[in-house]
């Protein structure tokens, strides 16, 4: 999108963190939180952390994918991993982390991770 770009046409940092927005939320469709039930049962995925690294600059009009996994399980807080590619040369544009906590709204308390995640990145990891 235009507005996603600076005057030389180049996609600026913060663009990817919308990016990787999108791709997080599909992947918490995934794991059986739909925005929905999030929202009846005040549980919500809350980003503690976010790294990024910027490998190649994408351009104005450029398509990209963004393919993104369960990365990392620990008892109450989880890693999701991102790429960001441009399919047309194969190019790796960005790579990012993040960890994120499930939490209890309004309270903010801290909630174990279900156990049926293990098995989704365990099937993750062996198709990367």
Not at 31 to 37: A, Q, R, V, Y
Not at 41 to 56: A, C, F, G, K, L
Not at 63 to 72: F, I, K, M, N, P
Not at 92 to 115: E, N, T, V
């Amino acid at each position: 999108m235009f507005f996603d770009t600076d005057c030389a046409a180049v996609v600026h940092n913060i663009a990817y963190l919308r990016f990787i927005e999108i791709a997080r939320t599909l992947l918490a469709g995934e794991l059986g939180m739909k925005l929905t039930e999030m929202a009846d049962t005040q549980r919500y995925p809350v980003v503690v952390r976010t790294e990024i690294d910027y490998r190649r600059p994408a351009k104005l009009g450029d398509q990209l994918v963004v393919e993104g996994w369960l990365d990392r399980l620990e008892r109450v807080r989880f890693w999701c991993a991102f790429r960001i590619k441009r399919p047309a040369d194969g190019a790796l544009i960005a790579q990012c982390r993040q960890m994120l906590a499930l939490m209890q709204m309004p309270q903010g308390k801290l909630l174990r991770l279900p156990d049926e995640w293990e098995g989704y990145r365990a099937v993750e990891a062996s198709t990367r």
